[in-house]
T-cell receptor
Framework: GAVVSQHPSWVICKSGTSVKIECRSLDFQATTMFWYRQFPKQSLMLMATSNEGSKATYEQGVEKDKFLINHASLTLSTLTVTSAHPEDSSFYIC???????????FGSGTRLTVV | AQSVTQLGSHVSVSEGALVLLRCNYSSSVPPYLFWYVQYPNQGLQLLLKYTSAATLVKGINGFEAEFKKSETSFHLTKPSAHMSDAAEYFCAVSESRDDKIIFGKGTRLHILP
């Protein structure tokens, strides 16, 4: 149980285009979703926290207009990378707190390559 | 704000030897601590977690970790390394049930034949 399905698993896009990444909670309601970014051979850096029905909270240094987060329902949170550039190429992972027990469930990640 | 420090970005051990990956945390409240493993191009897999119950936590694949408040540490150990243990390991901390989870920089474990 407590599965977060993340899509796509990988995407290649051209510079200047936008890419949307979806995270769906399959068997529970995710009122909160955390979005992380991971550069090659580095750790996961928290980008933002989204809460259903309200604006996302972004970490310092993360561009709100660049990384649009929407959490319109209890089962879907999306991250849109707008006007993507090669430096946005990274591994993006979403995570939600478990509703039973303590811990977190993670999506399988999205490898974004901007060419 | 909470944080974790992982000592050693790379650790190499021989197959069959003891694995010890170090993690120290900083938290203003009693923390919740986690160890995750990540294989190349994959997501995160939870190895174990500390949530204020027993200080010695046993996880999957023979790993365990001990919470030591006096040392603010949560080191990960495994008595005998296996080749399949080669991966990236992350220590992480959060301060409440629904709070964000903060990761350490990771330690890449290399297993020598």
């Amino acid at each position: 149980g407590a599965v977060v399905s993340q899509h796509p698993s990988w995407v290649i896009c051209k510079s200047g285009t936008s890419v949307k990444i979806e995270c769906r909670s399959l068997d529970f309601q995710a009122t909160t979703m955390f979005w992380y970014r991971q550069f090659p051979k580095q750790s996961l850096m928290l980008m933002a926290t989204s809460n259903e029905g309200s604006k996302a909270t972004y970490e310092q240094g993360v561009e709100k207009d660049k990384f649009l987060i929407n959490h319109a329902s209890l089962t879907l949170s999306t991250l849109t990378v707008t006007s993507a550039h090669p430096e946005d190429s990274s591994f993006y992972i979403c995570s939600a707190p478990l509703t039973l027990g303590y811990g977190y469930t993670f999506g399988s990640g999205t490898r974004l390559t901007v060419v | 704000a909470q944080s974790v420090t992982q000592l050693g970005s790379h650790v190499s051990v021989s197959e069959g030897a003891l694995v010890l990956l170090r993690c120290n945390y900083s938290s203003s409240v009693p923390p919740y601590l986690f160890w995750y493993v990540q294989y190349p191009n994959q997501g995160l897999q939870l190895l174990l977690k500390y949530t204020s119950a027993a200080t010695l936590v046993k996880g999957i694949n023979g790993f365990e970790a001990e919470f030591k408040k006096s040392e603010t540490s949560f080191h990960l150990t495994k008595p005998s390394a296996h080749m399949s243990d080669a991966a990236e390991y992350f220590c992480a901390v959060s301060e409440s049930r629904d709070d964000k989870i903060i990761f350490g920089k990771g330690t890449r474990l290399h297993i020598l034949p």
